[in-house]
């Protein structure tokens, strides 16, 4: 089974950059549609960008388009999201998962984002 770990959080102002890392222990990692997601304050978890296993394929929440950036390398069972001009609507907790989530899937600790304005 694929254990995922999220890193790369931080807090930043407005218009400032992060890159969140998923790292994948396990063998399937390279065969599992991915995603990050993302719980705000008060919220329930939500999909905040998507990528095929073979990367080929991305889909992005539409308020991200054109800011974030989703990649994997499965050569490193590796996963990441490049987030650039932040805005505090971008707050929250990311986490990197399977899409859709599995029987037995279940949320990890996850890495904290904090926009401020």
């Known amino acids: 089974q694929v254990q995922l770990v999220e890193s790369g959080g931080g807090s930043v102002q407005a218009g400032g950059s992060l890159r969140l890392t998923c790292v994948g222990s396990?063998?399937?990692?390279?065969?599992?549609?991915l995603a990050w997601y993302r719980q705000a304050p008060g919220k329930e978890h939500e999909l905040v960008a998507a990528?095929?296993?073979?990367?080929?394929?991305?889909q992005y929440k539409d308020s991200v388009k054109g800011r974030f950036t989703i990649s994997r390398d499965n050569a490193k069972n590796t996963m990441t999201l490049q987030m650039n001009s932040l805005k505090p609507e971008d707050t929250g907790i990311y986490y990197c998962?399977?899409?859709?989530?599995?029987?037995?899937?279940?949320w990890g600790q996850g890495t904290q984002v904090t926009v401020s304005s």
């Open positions: 396990g063998r399937t990692f390279g065969t599992s549609d």
């Open positions: 990528i095929s296993w073979s990367g080929s394929s991305t």
């Open positions: 998962n399977r899409r859709p989530l599995g029987l037995y899937d279940y």
